[in-house]
T-cell receptor
Framework: KQEVTQIPAALSVPEGENLVLNCSFTDSAIYNLQWFRQDPGKGLTSLLLIQSSQREQTSGRLNASLDKSSGRSTLYIAASQPGDSATYLC????????????FGTGTRLKVLA | EAGVTQSPTHLIKTRGQQATLRCSPISGHTSVYWYQQALGLGLQFLLW???????NRGNFPPRFSGRQFPNYSSELNVNALELEDSALYLC????????????????FGPGTRLTVT
């Protein structure tokens, strides 16, 4: 059974720090991996999508990497700001059998001003 | 470009009733996905529709069902509501294998908060 795990579950940092969020998956049959942020009680906002043939994607202060051989993806946030406070979710698109997305458990980030 | 829309925003039902949730995908997207996010739990995949057909479903009982209309909008129906069905229901849409566009990147709506009392 495919599982996606995110570490840490919660993180509190002072403003300006660079930080790394981790996502681990058990099955290398991942077609792509997508990072989202979710504000309390809201839907998900797509941040970055990494195809299985890619190793990383960058958008502004965000950089996501994917290492299928080790079953890991990381989301790097540079110069964190209070507005970055949210829950960050990774999701892997699995294509073994039939296609579906498996979501991680999320990391709750709080950036202190 | 309008995003994924969902209605209603909030829905309050009693045990045993039926709930209908609606989703309109981004224009040009043919796939619609439904997810359940119960309090304290992660996002659980419910259903995937593409071109009007159910392509896959998660580990949910048959009282969770839905359909996709010719305009690619979708309905999620939950019959015989139980207290544990209370959750945020999220809909997402995506393209499917269009040339030059990342396949399977999902865009989410704001969700419908279902409360069962």
């Amino acid at each position: 059974k495919q599982e996606v795990t995110q570490i840490p579950a919660a993180l509190s940092v002072p403003e300006g720090e660079n930080l790394v969020l981790n996502c681990s998956f058990t099955d290398s049959a991942i077609y792509n991996l997508q990072w989202f942020r979710q504000d309390p009680g809201k839907g998900l906002t797509s941040l970055l999508l990494i195809q299985s043939s890619q190793r990383e994607q960058t958008s502004g202060r965000l950089n996501a990497s994917l290492d299928k051989s080790s079953g890991r993806s990381t989301l790097y946030i540079a110069a964190s700001q209070p507005g970055d406070s949210a829950t960050y979710l990774c999701a892997g698109a699995i294509t073994s059998g039939t296609y579906k997305y498996i979501f991680g458990t999320g990391t709750r980030l709080k950036v202190l001003a | 470009e309008a995003g994924v829309t969902q209605s209603p925003t909030h829905l309050i039902k009693t045990r045993g009733q039926q709930a209908t949730l609606r989703c309109s995908p981004i224009s040009g997207h043919t796939s619609v996905y439904w997810y359940q996010q119960a309090l304290g739990l992660g996002l659980q995949f419910l259903l995937w529709y593409d071109e009007g057909e159910e392509r896959n479903r998660g580990n949910f009982p048959p009282r969770f069902s839905g359909r996709q209309f010719p305009n690619y909008s979708s309905e999620l129906n939950v019959n015989a509501l139980e207290l544990e069905d209370s959750a945020l229901y999220l809909c997402a849409s995506s393209y499917q294998l269009l040339a030059g566009v990342s396949p399977y990147e999902q865009y989410f709506g704001p969700g419908t908060r279902l409360t069962v009392t």
